[in-house]
């Protein structure tokens, strides 16, 4: 059962650009999104994250939107450089409410390369 | 601030031997969570540590165990190894933010561990 879902395994765009990259989930009990960065063999790099009472939340060149009633976010980097390539994972997770939690919900990756 | 480390980077094991990774967090994070990440399954919460108590758990059989101790450091154990436990290990640590009930995950470069 794929909660959080990356539909597109890839993407191509050309520097300069703008990159968009989306991401849908099921589960509505999910409250906070996060987009990671990974380049092979290395670990997540946080990039930026959004809560649920939110539906924009921008950084440089990041922008994430999150649709609640369509169960979708998008992660947009304008404009796109070659050092952008790389693996982006949106992930999920929900509030527990027996306390905090930080169980994240990845999805399966989108890989994105930026041609000069 | 050093970020998160992970001990070793990598390993080899034959089925059956058992192995021990350690996570020191970024100083001052006492949120410690394990992933696994395989092409197969992608990133899956293993289970979360929080002052030395587990705090959330995952989907995994009982021969994937971990602790905490009190200086926040983590080691995860698994035993009786498979081939399938062949994977990337992600180690990612939280700053506890007060009255937060989910905190953004910053992760190490992982440990990637061979069974042979």
């Known amino acids: 059962d794929q909660q959080v879902k990356q539909n597109s395994p890839s993407l191509s765009v050309q520097e300069g650009r703008i990159s968009i990259l989306n991401c849908d989930y099921t589960?509505?009990?999910?409250?906070?999104f996060l987009w990671y960065k990974k380049y092979p063999a290395e670990g997540p790099t946080f990039l930026i994250s959004?809560?649920?009472?939110?539906d924009k939340n921008e950084d440089g060149r990041f922008t994430v939107f999150l649709n609640k009633s369509a169960k979708h976010l998008s992660l947009h980097i304008v404009p796109s450089q070659p050092g952008d390539s790389a693996v982006y994972f949106c992930?999920?997770?929900?509030?527990?409410?027996?306390?905090?939690?930080?169980?994240?919900?990845f999805g399966t990756g989108t890989l994105l390369a930026v041609q000069p | 601030k050093a970020g998160v480390t992970q001990t070793p980077r990598y390993l080899i094991k034959t089925r059956g031997q058992q192995v021990t990774l350690s996570c020191s967090p970024i100083?001052?994070?006492?949120?410690v969570s394990w992933y696994q990440q395989t092409p197969g399954q992608g990133l899956q919460f293993l289970f979360e540590?929080?002052?030395?108590?587990?705090?959330n758990k995952g989907n995994f059989p009982g021969r994937f165990s971990g602790r905490q101790f009190s200086n926040s450091r983590s080691e995860m154990n698994v035993s009786t190894l498979e081939l399938g436990d062949s994977a990337l290990y992600l180690c990612?640590?939280?700053?506890?933010?007060?009255?937060?009930?989910?905190?953004?995950?910053?992760f190490g470069p992982g440990t990637r561990l061979l069974v042979l």
């Open positions: 990612a640590s939280s700053p506890p933010i007060a009255g937060a009930l989910q905190e953004t995950q910053y």
């Open positions: 589960n509505s009990m999910f409250d906070y």
């Open positions: 959004i809560s649920s009472i939110k």
């Open positions: 992930a999920a997770s929900a509030v527990n409410y027996g306390g905090a939690t930080n169980k994240l919900i």
């Open positions: 100083s001052g994070h006492r949120s």
């Open positions: 540590y929080f002052s030395e108590t587990q705090r």
